[in-house]
């Protein structure tokens, strides 16, 4: 069964400290791994797609990466304001033409200034 | 201007009364898809459209029903609210062909008392 787990729960970092957070997934063939943020009340936002091991992107202070197993999302140096919860999702390439996303329940982290 | 948008963003009624849930977007998109998110359950699809003409069950859809009046409207529908469909709902939207990135809107807090 195809299946996202993310590690923390929650996480709560000082105002500079670096720390990664993990997804770790089980699927029949990946077709593509997603970061969102999510604040408290709104919709998720986009932050990355990874499609193959090896692949890393960047977005200020984020850095996501993926192996076959598990991707990260590092925060170098984070500020309160990054303070979210984080969503990994990913896609099956036997998902069918509904493209169905898988998510994970999130890492919640504060950054305490 | 958001890109999508749902109204209302907060609605609280009682059992067995019928709520619409609306979603507009500008982005062009074909592909509309309702989400609800509950605590330690992460997002769950109810119903995903492709176009107008093409409307499809998600995983949880019983109890709810959609509409696609135009490529930019998607509506969900709760037939006869019962309080265990207190939640967040999520519209999002894709465009084919593009990277699978779904993009949400702001939410929809429904209470059912």
């Known amino acids: 069964e195809d299946q996202v787990t993310q590690s923390p729960e929650a996480l709560r970092l000082q105002e500079g400290e670096s720390s990664s957070l993990n997804c770790s997934y089980t699927v029949s063939g990946l077709r593509g791994l997603f970061w969102y943020r999510q604040d408290p009340g709104k919709g998720p936002e986009f932050l990355f797609t990874?499609?193959?091991?090896?692949e890393e992107k960047e977005k200020e202070r984020l850095k996501a990466t993926l192996t076959k197993k598990e991707s990260f999302l590092h925060i170098t140096a984070p500020k309160p304001e990054d303070s979210a919860t984080y969503l990994c999702a990913v896609q099956s390439l036997h998902a069918g033409n509904n493209r169905k996303l898988i998510w994970g329940l999130g890492t919640s982290l504060a950054v305490n200034p | 201007d958001a890109d999508v948008t749902q109204t209302p963003r907060n609605r609280i009624t009682k059992t067995g009364k019928r709520i619409m849930l609306e979603c507009s977007q500008t982005?062009?998109?074909?592909?509309m898809y309702w989400y609800r998110q509950d605590p330690g359950l992460g997002l769950r699809l109810i119903y995903y459209s492709f176009d107008v003409k093409d409307i499809n069950k998600g995983e949880i859809s019983d109890g709810y029903s959609v509409s696609r009046q135009a490529q930019a409207k998607f509506s969900l529908s709760l037939e006869s609210a019962i309080p265990n469909q207190t939640a967040l709902y999520f519209c999002a939207t894709r465009r084919t062909g593009s990277e699978d990135t779904q993009y949400f809107g702001p939410g929809t807090r429904l209470t059912v008392l």
């Open positions: 990874l499609y193959s091991a090896g």
């Open positions: 982005k062009g998109h074909d592909r």
